[in-house]
């Protein structure tokens, strides 16, 4: 069974630094690129961007550019998205996803609440 | 990458079809045939409902179809029950390994 499966929820003060991780299996992860989208609270879902964990290649959506870094290891099978200096406008859910069929996201992880707050 | 624009809200009572749109732009709805739609409830992950534009994965019902015609996709309930009430999502490729997603759609069953 493909599943992944996130780290749980943070609670942050703005400045701080942070990572949350995505940890897959059932599949080869080097196969499938891994998306994370940003959904904050009562909105719609937005794509940050995606890993390719095979060569480690990276694409952003231009509103997160340099807001975030995406990075994998592939010997844990392992995603994460990190920030250096976290921000109260960064609170929301936070979900891994895998690029199977055909584009799509196929497979979600649970999600990921960040809570950013003096 | 704008978002791609969904109407806020759509309704139907049990038993009926409602069908909703996902308007985009030529460089991504209409310019590849990789419209995905999901389907969230409150608190939960999205779930792929219709990947292809059309296509359904293994367990989701045949009372959801997608279609599409230039710029905008659509998905359509049919026989709208109960546990269809959420929130729907379209998402399509936008090329060099981009995503984007529609602004979302609150499906009511009256």
């Known amino acids: 069974e493909v599943q992944l499966v996130q780290s749980g929820a943070e609670v942050k003060k703005p400045g701080e630094s942070l990572e949350i991780s995505c940890k897959t299996s059932?599949?080869?992860?080097?196969?499938?690129?891994v998306v994370w989208v940003r959904q904050l609270p009562g909105e719609g879902l937005e794509w940050m961007g995606s890993i390719y964990p095979s060569d480690a290649a990276t694409r952003h959506n231009p509103a997160f550019q340099g807001q975030v870094t995406i990075s994998a290891d592939r010997s844990i099978s392992t995603a994460y998205l990190q920030w250096s200096t976290l921000r109260a406008s960064d609170t929301a859910m936070y979900y891994c996803a895998r690029r199977g069929l055909r584009n799509s996201l196929d497979v979600w992880g649970q999600g990921t609440t960040v809570t950013v707050s003096s | 990458q704008s978002a791609l624009t969904q109407p806020p809200s759509a309704s139907g009572s049990p038993g009926q079809s409602v069908t909703f749109s996902c308007t985009g732009t030529?460089?991504?709805?209409?310019?590849?045939?990789?419209v995905s739609w999901y389907q969230q409830h409150p608190g939960k992950a999205p779930k792929l409902m219709i990947y292809?534009?059309?296509k359904r994965p293994s367990g989701v019902p045949d009372r959801f179809s997608g279609s599409k015609s230039g710029n905008t996709a659509s998905l359509t309930v049919s026989g709208l029950q109960a546990e269809d009430e959420a929130d729907y999502f379209c998402s399509s490729y936008a090329g060099t390994n981009t995503l984007v997603f529609g602004t979302g759609t609150k499906v009511t069953v009256l």
């Open positions: 059932g599949y080869s992860f080097t196969s499938y690129w």
């Open positions: 030529s460089s991504d709805v209409g310019g590849y045939n990789f």
């Open positions: 292809e534009v059309s």
